[in-house]
């Protein structure tokens, strides 16, 4: 028995042979390798995504907690920011002491990113109590306001005199940086 093949049909089945042959190549030499670098790529893709939502959910977290204390601490950090002013302090506070003498703020260095005011005081009072009311009102003040030890009290007939010296903390102002809300 004899097949009889026609030119044709010779040629076809050879570029038949020859395209099956190509595709097998390609598929084993280029298909097979980028396919299991695209799964180890893939896996890297979705580890990374995974610790990006994580890291986004701890931004949010930090944010929340974040407004949280600027809105708790707001009439702290607006203290901060608030400029000395001796005449406002002295009429202020004027009501705790029959006579508040302040003397010249003198400016301190720098001290951990603050500008530093010492503020020297004396004053009569009637009884430690008033002196009590004085610290409870500094600690609700426009200021931030460290009163300094000692605190010297020395009895002068009816009256108390009590000398002491405070240091006034301020912001130092950035005036290369843009201000933020």
Known sequence: MKI??????????????????????????????????????????????????????????IEEKFQTLKSDNRHIITAFNTAFNLQRFE??????????????VLKVENENGFTTYEVNTTSLINSPKSFYDFLDAINKSDWIIAINF????????????????????????????????
């Open 150 to 181: 000692p605190i010297n009290f020395k009895r002068d007939d009816k009256l108390i005199k009590s000398s002491f010296s405070m240091k006034v903390y301020n912001n130092i102002v950035d005036v290369n940086t843009t201000k933020s809300e």
């Open 91 to 104: 009429k202020k506070y004027k009501t705790f002491f029959n006579s508040l003498k302040l003397s010249k």
């Open 4 to 61: 009889k093949l026609s030119r044709q049909m010779i040629y076809l089945l050879s570029l038949s042979v020859i395209l099956f042959i190509v595709v097998l190549l390609f598929a084993f030499l280029i298909l097979v390798p980028e396919g299991k670098d695209y799964r180890v790529k893939k896996i890297e893709v979705n580890r990374q995504n995974l610790e990006f939502r994580q890291l986004e959910n701890y931004s949010y977290k």
